[in-house]
């Protein structure tokens, strides 16, 4: 059922109702739209009410619906909202809960708005890289004034429905723990009989020289919105409710709104919002796959990524164990703890009473005793199988039965860590992404013997945690680690052939990403890198990497832990600065393997760097270590600083069109080190059909 319809004394309830959060879906529009005429046509109703049964109001859109053909269907959202404005009987939305998009929207166009206290308040579509659709620009303002309506739209940060009391949005807010229906039937019963019955569209906005507000707004909001159309095309829309007459407004907006939901960064943000969805659902592993209980954690190591794991846990209410061999490294792991802890507090983003109990839940031991009866424990040692061994062997031997035995390795096989213990289906890799306690990433993989009740333990882990959960098969790298090494891989080529640092990271950087592959790498710490590739000379002999990396940990420049990498670093200053030594090395390097160095653009920088992602990205969808080409697109937006606005490597190439990405990875393939640009065949496949990886 998507809207419910009843009568009480003279007042005809209708109560929109698809669940989670009512969504305007085209059953709910066209059943509310049939219960306003429903209770025009009934001479014993003097009054309608609009509520929404559940969890909300109205969340706004049917997400379900969105860029379908429904969502532009007879009655559309602009339509219902008419019928609401234009009904001769008085309209009162009762909010409750939940009132965004489209929903507040809809109670805009309502004659009377009533609300209980901590309804959630918003329109959001600035997210999505767009603007309200349906009168939100025009209407907002009415209500709430010029400035604050400009805020929240802006913004499309939720207000609490009684911060509102006393503006012109809510004709009453009922006292918590009211009966909403009730109160707002009776408030409909006192003002059935009111005429001129009351439209927002026809009050005015009123701001003293709003023309220097508006273009301080211009400014303000330009210097913000970055590479976003959307915030700039809301401060212009919201500036017609104050410009232009009413259906002029409306009609502005509504060109704006179709001009933005083409744009590429709107699309990229709509994918990314419905990519992190659907991240959570794995095929074989229902919804309703029961989970363990985990009250209690414990992590392997204190280190720097140790101690970021245990703070998840700890902003989480899970009291968290950490275990280290030696005192000192406790003690050290726990005073950086305390310190990152400190600085929020100082910042004003942790009260002192939470910053005593994350504290509080957080302990440390020396002894595997001590942790056996975790729910949960993650191994966050040094990333070497023989050391994995020791540490999985002996949890196998002290950990309760049930409890989940999880790793936190960026490239180890998985199935090999598992096989270390007689219990392979309590064990999964859950590897967080450093700062482990800000980064939204964790990549979960999936062992061939993991549990689907571990899985789904883990998914439902992500989630508590405030994390982007995606799920990997077993390979080397996993999804993210596997195709960032042949993005390294082309910048050390670049180097080789004629680029330097400095210009690569500068590409790739304008192109959209924070920090380009060098400065990357100088903040892991390059000898990260060197003891992969000192591995990889060993397993897979065959694959060439560029030298330059190498000889720069020769020099022993590891980084900005050394004050020296790729770049030179001051004490106390995270400034890159170009070297002489390292560039001079660089060139010397290209003559010893007799290169003759060349110009390189940054649009070849860019297309090799990116495409190398895309093109092992597609490896990865073919083989089923993702399972989806919008999974990739998570891990490389929520872990690896892909730009936002260009939706992740998978989506960009899309966008790109993937004959043309084809066509440049054939190319690059003529050049030297070619063998690195062996087309992927699902490449190939989508490129012959004219299709994308996201269908």
């Known amino acids: 059922m998507s809207a419910e319809y009843a009568v009480q004394g003279s007042v005809a309830v209708i109560t929109l109702n698809n669940p989670p959060v009512n969504g305007l879906g085209h059953a709910t529009r066209t059943a509310a739209v049939e219960g306003v005429r429903r209770a ?175 273009q301080f707004s211009r400014n303000t909001v330009k210097a913000v919105a970055g590479p976003f159309p959307a915030p700039l095309e809301c401060v212009e829309t919201v500036a017609a409710s104050i410009t232009m007459k009413f259906e002029d407004g409306l009609k502005f907006e509504r060109e704006r709104f179709l001009h933005l939901i083409q744009t590429p960064e709107s699309k990229s943000l709509r994918h990314a919002f419905f990519a992190e969805r659907v991240a959570s659902k794995v095929p074989d592993v229902p919804s309703d796959t029961p989970v363990r209980e985990i009250r209690k954690a414990a992590v392997i190591g204190a280190g720097t990524m140790g101690g970021g794991i245990a703070m998840n846990f700890a902003n989480a209410g899970i009291p968290v164990m950490l275990l280290e061999t030696k005192q000192e490294a406790l003690d050290k792991g726990i005073a950086i703890i305390r310190k990152n802890y400190e600085n929020t507090l100082k910042k004003g983003k942790l009260t002192q009473e939470k910053f005593e109990q994350r504290m509080a839940a957080i302990s440390g031991t020396l002894d595997y005793a001590a942790i056996a009866d975790a729910d949960i424990v993650i191994e966050a040692v040094f990333e070497d199988m023989v050391v994995k061994e020791t540490v999985f062997r002996k949890l196998d031997e002290v950990m309760k039965q049930g409890a989940i035995l999880a790793s936190n390795t960026s490239t180890l096989d998985l199935d090999k860590i598992a096989a270390f213990t007689k219990r392979p289906q309590d064990v999964i890799g859950l590897h967080f992404f450093s700062p482990a306690n800000v980064m939204k990433l964790l990549e979960i993989v999936r062992g061939k013997e993991t549990g689907k009740d571990v899985l789904a333990t883990a998914l439902a882990l992500s989630k508590k945690l405030k994390k982007t959960g995606v799920v990997s098969g077993v390979c080397d790298g996993f999804i993210g680690n596997r195709m960032i090494e042949q993005y390294f891989r082309q910048a050390g080529f670049l180097l080789e052939e004629g680029a330097l640092p400095e210009q690569v990271d500068k590409a790739i950087e304008k192109f959209g990403f924070p920090m380009g592959p060098f400065r990357m790498s100088d903040l892991a710490g390059n000898d990260i890198g060197w003891y992969i590739r000192k591995r990889r000379y060993v397993e897979k002999p ?49 003559a010893d393997i007799g290169v003759q160095r060349r110009k390189i653009s940054d649009m070849e920088i860019v297309e090799r760097l990116v495409f190398a992602l895309v093109n092992e990205g597609a490896l990865i969808l073919e083989e089923g270590i993702a399972l989806r080409a919008s999974d990739i697109d998570m891990v490389y937006l929520t872990g690896y600083g892909f730009p936002l606005h260009r939706g992740g490597p998978m989506f960009y190439a899309d966008t790109v069109g993937l004959p043309n990405v084809l066509a440049a990875i054939e190319g690059f393939a003529k050049g030297r080190h070619g063998e690195a640009w062996q087309p992927a065949p699902l490449l190939l496949k989508l490129a012959g059909e004219g299709k994308g990886f996201n269908g």
């Open 40 to 214: 025009l046509d009934d001479a014993a109703v003097k009054a309608i009410v609009i509520t929404g049964a559940g969890k909300a109001f109205s969340g706004g859109a049917d997400i379900k619906e969105f860029n379908s053909p429904k969502a532009l269907q007879e009655p559309t959202l602009h339509s219902l909202i008419r019928v609401v404005e234009n009904s001769t009987k008085p309209v009162v939305a009762a909010i409750h809960s939940v009132a965004m998009g489209g929903g507040l929207e809809l109670a805009l166009g309502a004659n009377y708005r009533v609300a209980l206290p901590g309804a959630q308040i918003a329109l959001p579509e600035v997210k999505l890289g767009l603007l309200p659709g349906a009168g939100g620009t025009q209407r907002l303002p009415r209500v709430l004034g010029l400035e604050m309506a400009l805020n929240m739209i802006v913004s499309g940060a939720p207000m609490q429905s009684e911060k509102l009391a006393g503006t012109g949005i809510f004709d009453e807010i009922f006292p918590a723990g009211t009966d909403l229906i009730a109160a707002a039937v009776a408030f409909a019963e006192k003002i059935a009989d009111v005429r001129p019955l009351p439209k927002v569209r026809d009050r005015k906005v009123d701001y003293p020289n709003h023309e220097a507000f508006l």
């Open 542 to 590: 065959e694959i060439a990497y560029s030298k330059t990396a190498d000889l720069l940990c020769e020099m022993g420049r590891f980084g900005q832990k050394t004050s020296a990498g790729w770049y030179d670093y001051k004490e106390g200053d995270r400034k890159a600065y170009p070297s002489t030594v390292v560039n001079d090395m660089i060139v010397k390097h290209s």
